[in-house]
């Protein structure tokens, strides 16, 4: 076995947390330990859907993030550019496929399209490979972020 030990310092990550408290103070390698409730709340492209972004890497589009759905919001005409994962903390989201009810999971394969709603309002946590496209109206060829 041949092992090979170099110095080279390793290459600060690409995946940040906006808004995380003492980042600067973090090296490469270090755990980020998210106090998620000092992250503000962001508006998404969606009228009465925020997000609060748990990391992202902007070179690969890989995405984690807590959304607030208000009761009746919904999140227009989209497709899933790769896999996209959701586990609904409280309330349900509903699309032409089912509904996704609190405590419960659903991951949707690359290309699906759907336009998703929350009826009553919800909390989720969603995991994307790349963030989703929305394919109509004013926010036609724009990324959710």
Known sequence: MNDVVTN???AGPTATTPFLKNADRLGPLDSRYVDVGSLPWKPTP???IDMKILVEDSDSGLMTALFRWQPGAE???HEHVEVEQTFVIEGSLVDEEGEVTAGNYVWRPKGNRHT???PNGAL???MFL???IFLTGENEGRQLR
């Open 46 to 48: 969606c009228a009465g």
């Open 8 to 10: 080279t310092a390793p």
């Open 124 to 126: 989720v946590l969603s």
């Open 75 to 77: 999140l227009a005409l």
């Open 130 to 132: 790349k963030p989703n």
């Open 116 to 118: 998703a709603r929350s």
